[in-house]
């Protein structure tokens, strides 16, 4: 049901039900956050001297500004940065985060445990092993049945990264764990979508995703995923080799679909040359996988047979609005046509894209009584943990990320778009 509040003196608006104003369902605290917070990001300039602020902040011995011994700072940062981008540090704090997100509309939510592993760091493989299952094993327990936890087998130290980069099979203490997490997940009924690493241990990851999958993907359900970077120009024979080889071992492949978050690190040579190109790869292998037809982009591996895809499940994570709109579009033209759909997730992060995951949650409401309509299923990914665990882990994703970081123009401009309807809302100018 539409509901709508509104008094005077406040532009404090929610209007859940109506798919013309997708952003009425934020809270004011949340929209005039995100305006603020991508104001920054947006600015090239102002984003380099933020984050280098907060490096420092977070860095800093002077206890004048270390979050852990001055409250006005740790007070600042949190109703801030942390607030808009993490769920809490508690069970209780992500708890409420989660349940708020799914009172907005979204279907659930992708929880990340902030725990990562720098590249050059030495790591003791005992040790971080049981950080790393501890930490994954509190993050399903959190999470919710139908829920998504996300994760990076990097997270399991030096020794890890070093494996897969080798392309070695997990040692025995890793896949005692491994399986432990997608034990724990299957029982749930949670999904893990474990985050793609660099080119240089790419293969390693894959295999490791793929030896999980054949353990637990089972019945046309998909525990573990593996991540397609689409700005890779191997991604597209990546995928085509893996639908086979679930096709001829008999499980269901978990697809997760990103642009790519290693254009800083990762070999240029093997990244498409230009966003266009990353781009018709991103929306060529959507149309495949919700087709469940391979096309130009998309091809058969080698020596497969042109079959349909059968075998998938997938997770579109895009803060695109051109890539989500062309999904869309082919979803409902199928369910139109009465075809069978892909069981298919969109994902975006939280404190960003508000405009995209709401207006996918609007048009499902507005579809709510049509059954020939699809009902997508939005979900936001959200990190938890730590404060200084947490802003450590988003400003290495910025630095990684920096593209998508200044690309958040488009949410700053419909923040200040919804700012100025609730103003003349509340002053009865509209």
């Known amino acids: 049901m539409a509901s709508s509040t509104h008094s005077a003196g406040s532009f404090e608006t929610v209007d859940s039900g109506n798919a013309a104003l997708p952003l009425a369902a934020l809270p004011l605290s949340q929209v005039l956050r995100t305006y603020l917070i991508t104001s920054i990001s947006s600015s090239p300039r102002i984003l380099g001297a933020s984050t280098s602020l907060l490096r420092g902040m977070l860095n800093s011995r002077n206890p004048l500004f270390r979050i852990d011994t001055n ?26 985060t989660c349940n708020d997100l799914r009172n907005q509309g979204y279907a659930g939510v992708i929880l990340e445990y902030a725990l990562e592993v720098l590249k050059d760091a030495e790591g003791n493989e005992q040790k971080d092993v049981a950080v790393w299952r501890k930490g994954m094993l509190d993050t399903v327990d959190m999470a919710a049945p139908g829920d ?39 029982e749930k009924d949670i999904a893990l979508l474990p985050a793609a690493e660099e080119t240089w241990s ?53 697809a997760k679909m990103v642009r790519g978050a290693y254009l800083g690190s990762d070999d240029r040579s093997l990244i498409h040359p230009n966003v266009e190109a990353t781009h018709t ?21 080698q020596d497969s047979v042109n079959e349909p895809i059968t075998n998938i499940n997938v997770v579109l994570a895009t803060h695109n609005d051109v890539s989500v709109k062309k999904a869309q579009a082919l979803r409902q033209e199928q369910a139109a046509r009465g075809e069978k759909l892909t069981p298919l997730t969109f994902g975006q992060l939280q404190g960003m894209a508000d405009e995209v995951s709401c207006s996918l949650i609007a048009a499902a409401r507005a579809n709510a009584g049509n059954e020939n309509a699809v009902k997508e299923r939005v979900f936001k990914c959200t990190t938890w943990g730590p404060m200084y665990d947490c802003l450590n882990y988003l400003l290495r994703r910025a630095a990684e990320n920096k593209d998508a970081a200044g690309r958040t123009f488009e949410t700053r401009n419909a923040m200040r778009v919804e700012i100025w309807r609730r103003i003349k809302r509340t002053f009865m100018l509209a």
């Open 71 to 96: 409250p006005l700072m740790r007070g600042l940062l949190w109703e801030t940065f942390y607030k808009q981008f993490c769920a809490g540090e508690t069970e209780a704090q992500v708890s409420k």
């Open 148 to 186: 998504f936890v996300g994760l990076k087998w990097s997270g399991m130290g030096a020794t890890a990264m070093r494996r897969m980069a080798d392309n070695k099979e997990p040692s025995e203490r890793m896949n005692e764990a491994m399986h432990a997490l997608c034990k724990a997940a299957a």
């Open 202 to 254: 790419l293969t390693g990851f894959h295999n490791w995703c793929l030896k999980m999958q054949r353990a637990y993907n089972t019945g046309g359900k998909s525990v573990v995923y593996s991540t397609y970077q689409a700005y890779l120009k191997q991604t597209p024979a990546d995928l085509a080799r893996h639908l086979a080889i679930a096709k001829k071992e008999g499980f269901t492949l978990g």
């Open 281 to 301: 790869c991103y929306d060529g292998i959507a149309s495949a996988l919700i087709h469940r037809k391979y096309n130009d982009v998309l091809q058969p591996a």
